[in-house]
C-alpha cells in the first residue's frame, strides 16, 4: 500500500472516530502517525470549496437559462445553444478566476512571508516581543509566553511561519501552490460544466426517449433535476460540518 493510501486511511478513520465521539478509535489512528502515517486534512478538504461552489453556480446558472427559454417559447434547439455555449464560457470564465485569485493570495501571502522573514533577521527582538504579547492576549501566563516564543525562535523558518498564522492569519501555502492553485482552477472549471450540464441534458434525452413529449414536460424535468442536484449538494456538504 503506498504512502497516500496509509495517509487517506488514516485521515478517514480519524473522522469517522470524530463523527462516532469514539476516543479509543481517535487514539488508535493518532498512534498510527508513528508508523510513518500522517494525517492531511487539507487533503480531505482542500477542493471542497471550488467544487461546492462551482456546482452551485454551474447548476442555478444552467437553470436561469433554460427557464428565460422556457418563458420565451424558444424551441429545444434555441434551448441547447444557448445553454451549452453560456455553460462553457462561464466555466471557463470560474475556473481562470479561481486559478488567478488562488495565484495571486498565495503570491501576496509568500511576499508577505518575506517581509516578516527580513524583520526577524534585522530586528529578532520585536518579533519575539509582539509574538510573547499575543500569547499573553490570549491567557498564557508572561513566564511561558517568554519560554515558548524564545524556544521557537531559535528555529528561524518555523518561527517565521508561526507569526505568519498568529500575527497574520495567514495560512503559508506549500512550496508547490502554482500546481494547487492550477488544480483548483480545473476543479472548478469542471464542476461547473458538469452540474450546469445537468438540466440542459433533459432536452436531449428525454425527446429522445419520447418524441412526442412536450416542452412545459422538458422545463418541469430541469426543475425536478435542479432540485434534486441542490439537495444532494447539501447532503454532501454537511458530511463536512
Known amino acids: 500500500m503506498s504512502t497516500d ?14 463523527d462516532g465521539q469514539d476516543t479509543e478509535a481517535s487514539r488508535n489512528f493518532h498512534d498510527k502517525k508513528h508508523d510513518g502515517n500522517t494525517e492531511m486534512h487539507q487533503a480531505e478538504g482542500g477542493f471542497l470549496k471550488p467544487l461546492i461552489f462551482g456546482g452551485l453556480d454551474g447548476i442555478l446558472t444552467s437553470f436561469a437559462i433554460v427557464a428565460g427559454a422556457a418563458g420565451g417559447n424558444m424551441p429545444v434547439p434555441v434551448v441547447l445553444v444557448l445553454g ?20 495571486a493570495e498565495n503570491e501576496w501571502i509568500l511576499s508577505e512571508r518575506r517581509r516578516e522573514a527580513w524583520e ?7 518579533e519575539i516581543r509582539e509574538m510573547i504579547d499575543i500569547y499573553v492576549e490570549r491567557g498564557m501566563s508572561l513566564e511561558d509566553a517568554t519560554l515558548v516564543v524564545q524556544t521557537m525562535s531559535k528555529y528561524k523558518d518555523f518561527f517565521v511561519d508561526v507569526m505568519m498564522t498568529e500575527e497574520l492569519g495567514l495560512q503559508v501555502p ?7 492553485s492550477m488544480k483548483e482552477g480545473v476543479v472548478m472549471f469542471c464542476s461547473f460544466a458538469s452540474f450546469g450540464a445537468l438540466p440542459i441534458l433533459g432536452y436531449i434525452i428525454i425527446p429522445g426517449l419520447f418524441p412526442d413529449v412536450g416542452e412545459d414536460v422538458l422545463f418541469a424535468a430541469a426543475c425536478v433535476i435542479t432540485g434534486l442536484v441542490l439537495f444532494g449538494m447539501g447532503c454532501v456538504k454537511s458530511i463536512f460540518r
Request: glycine share 8%; net charge negative.
Open 5 to 18: 493510501e496509509n495517509t487517506a486511511l488514516v485521515s478517514n478513520g480519524a473522522r469517522r472516530a470524530y
Open 84 to 103: 451549452f455555449s453560456n455553460i462553457f464560457a462561464d466555466a471557463l470564465a470560474m475556473g481562470v478566476g479561481e486559478f488567478l485569485s488562488s495565484k
Open 120 to 126: 526577524m533577521e534585522n530586528y529578532p527582538e520585536g
Open 174 to 180: 506549500e512550496e508547490d501552490h502554482k500546481t494547487e
